[in-house]
């Protein structure tokens, strides 16, 4: 049997502090809703009580039905000269109700009496008191030791003190961080080791960046050398240039070293986890990236694209289909009908033994995707898109006319401020026709509102249908005003969400095709 390694994900917090990336209350739920579904074993959900929306997600978090994964709430040790027990932090983490507690300390001598400004013992007390106050509260507690590799090479007999300490306190996992990322992997795996032999029995788990490209690499080092968890962000999103990429580590320990981290089958989900969250971040997931990118398994022309049909393994370093992506032929691409088909299945649609509909709608969608169409997280829209093709597909409304105005009055300079937007659409319903006004700060929630109005009292349920999300991203930048624009809409009926998508070189008309795809999705999903 394979030996396990726990994943834990940190991508809710390290990821976010990545320039660039901003999540929402609803962005941070629908991840981990997706890495849950992927078999991530713990999901850090940042800092309670140090925003808002921090306090959100966990109070929200609690209420959702995880089958494979833990919360975890990260903060700091107590404060030099505060007793555990009277550190509000560590209450806030406790308050927060997660099962998981991970806290941070200084393993560095230098990072102890410059940056804490105290001594070495206290920061040894802090930092058993704090294990020892959370463990009596029947939290499972992970213990970041801050810069232990650094540490280590400055005094190794002071970092042992520390992980010493946090053993005898009774941390869970002991997780040694590779902080500021300058490590190489014979330096991890050597220290590593004397740390793993030094006390055995204990689970010791690695926290790795990537700032010299080492991170992967300094990951599987240490799992050589005994860590049995091992922390990253998806895509390696993280500060400066990232932490480690946790699913490439996760295929490499399961796909190269024999190991078991989600398992094979929660494996073949790696592509869709890494693009929907790279949509979820608003970021472009790089068509190289390792495993998941587009041109992972792409071949272009040549000995390659003539050899791989006969010799794939000499050109592809796995079987795509391990981590759910295909191999492409750069002239004339490959369909993968079996992730079509399962995908389909998911959304209520069968495809089996349906050969060559399948791939009549896999030649459609690789034609919208050229177009900036992206179904990875617009689950509605896909839905919609198949129906057409079963021909089942029957719209709840049809569209006569709308029309959107922003009015904005200054008199004091040029910069507008406080505009006002106004949208009227006129549609029907059977041989019903509707006309309603709808008002909104931006022209998309005015056109939102006034088809509400439309709709209400012919399908009620549109009243609980809440757009909680809009994303626009630019696909052809050269271009100017003329470019491109892909409209990426999240909605909620209270119950679950569901993304829709719209692509036009109007916004506005792309914005419409979203929010038209969002409710008949949600209307069909309703039995209408």
């Not at 089958?265 to 592509?271: E, I, R």
């Not at 959304?347 to 896999?362: H, N, P, R, V, Y």
Request: aromatic share 6%; with cysteine.
């Amino acid at each position: 049997m394979a030996t396990k390694v726990y994943a834990y994900d940190s991508t809710l917090r390290d990821g976010e502090q990545s320039e660039g990336i901003t999540l929402s209350l609803e962005d941070k739920l629908r991840i981990v809703g997706r890495l849950d579904q992927f078999g991530i074993d713990l999901i850090e959900g940042g800092y309670p009580a140090s925003n808002p929306k921090d306090i959100a997600f966990f109070q929200q978090v609690a209420k959702m039905d995880l089958k494979n994964s833990r919360i975890a709430a990260f903060g700091s040790t107590c404060k030099k000269g505060v007793a555990a027990k009277d550190d509000p932090g560590l209450k806030d983490l406790l308050n927060s109700g997660a099962p998981v507690v991970t806290i941070v300390g200084k393993s560095w001598d230098a990072q102890v009496e410059r940056a804490l400004m105290t001594t070495l013992e206290e920061n040894l007390r802090m930092i058993a008191d704090s294990i020892s106050f959370l463990k009596q509260h029947d939290v499972e507690v992970v213990f970041d030791a801050e810069h232990f590799f650094d540490g280590y090479k400055a005094n190794p007999d002071y970092s042992l003190q520390v992980i010493e300490a946090a053993v005898k306190a009774g941390a869970d996992s002991i997780d040694l961080c590779e902080t500021n990322g300058g490590a190489l992997p014979f330096e991890v795996e050597e220290i590593t080791r004397a740390v793993t032999s030094r006390f055995p029995g204990q689970r010791f788990g690695i926290h790795c960046h990537n700032d010299s490209g080492c991170a992967v690499a300094n990951t599987l080092a240490a799992v050589r050398a005994g860590c049995t968890q091992i922390q990253g962000t998806i895509n390696g999103y993280g500060e400066r240039v990232g932490n480690c990429d946790l699913l490439c580590a996760i295929a490499d320990l399961e796909l190269k070293m024999g190991y078991d981290v989600v398992g094979r089958d929660n494996l073949t989900q790696m592509t869709s986890v890494a693009r929907s969250i790279a949509e979820t971040c608003n970021m472009v997931h790089s068509m190289h990236h390792p495993y998941t990118g587009s041109s992972a398994f792409a071949h272009k022309g040549g000995l390659h694209a003539s050899a791989i049909a006969r010799f794939p393994e000499a050109y592809e370093h796995t079987n795509p289909a391990n981590v759910g992506n295909a191999t492409r032929v750069l002239v004339s691409e490959l369909a993968g009908k079996a992730s079509l088909v399962a995908k389909a299945k998911s959304l209520g649609f069968d495809l089996e033994g349906k050969k060559d509909l399948t791939q009549s709608i896999l030649d459609d969608i690789k034609e919208r995707e050229n177009q900036g169409f992206s179904y990875e997280v617009a689950d509605g829209s896909l839905s919609v898109l198949l129906s057409m093709h079963l021909g089942t597909f029957k719209p709840h409304f049809t569209l006569e006319s709308f029309r959107v105005i922003v009015d904005d009055n200054e008199d004091t300079n040029a910069w507008a401020k406080d505009a006002e937007s106004e949208a009227t659409i006129k549609i029907h319903v059977g041989d019903k026709r509707f006309v309603a006004t709808g008002e909104g700060t931006g022209p998309v929630g005015a056109l939102d509102n006034a088809l509400r109005l439309a709709l209400t009292d012919v399908y009620p349920e549109v009243a609980d249908m809440e757009l909680v999300d809009f994303k626009v991203r630019i696909l052809d930048e050269n271009v100017g005003t003329g470019a491109t624009t892909r409209v990426m809409i999240t909605t909620s009926d209270g119950q679950e969400s569901w993304g829709t998508i719209g692509v036009s070189e109007n916004i506005i008309e792309a914005s419409w095709n979203a929010l038209v795809d969002s409710l008949e999705y949600g209307l069909a999903k309703h039995g209408r």
